[in-house]
């Protein structure tokens, strides 16, 4: 089945896909608390994960740690996205897609 972008690679983002419930709260740098899911949509500041050419800073999450996120990220080398952790320290923006009611 072909992802976002017609991308067929393994770990390539699929936004069609809902965030699950109910996620990890983490404390962010700034004493603000931020829910994070699976699938949700992290914008990451570039000095912390570069930007790549289909989604530019957005990263889709993969799966919640104690201390960071992990992300599919797109590696130009390989042509292909895989698995790459975030500090949190690096998280602009949380999106989030929820199942029709």
Excluded: C
Aim: net charge negative.
């Amino acid at each position: 089945m072909a992802k976002d972008f017609d991308r067929t690679d393994f770990w390539a983002p699929d936004s069609g896909l809902d965030s699950i419930a109910p996620g990890v709260d983490y404390q962010l740098p700034d004493g603000s608390t931020l829910n994070i899911q699976e699938n949700d949509w992290l914008d990451i500041d570039s000095a912390g994960l570069p930007e790549d050419k289909f989604w530019g800073s957005s990263h889709q999450v993969i799966a919640m740690n104690s201390v960071d996120v992990v992300v599919r990220a797109y590696d130009a080398v390989s042509d292909l996205f895989a698995p790459q952790s975030v500090s949190l320290d690096w998280v602009m923006h949380n999106y989030r897609k929820v199942p029709n009611a």
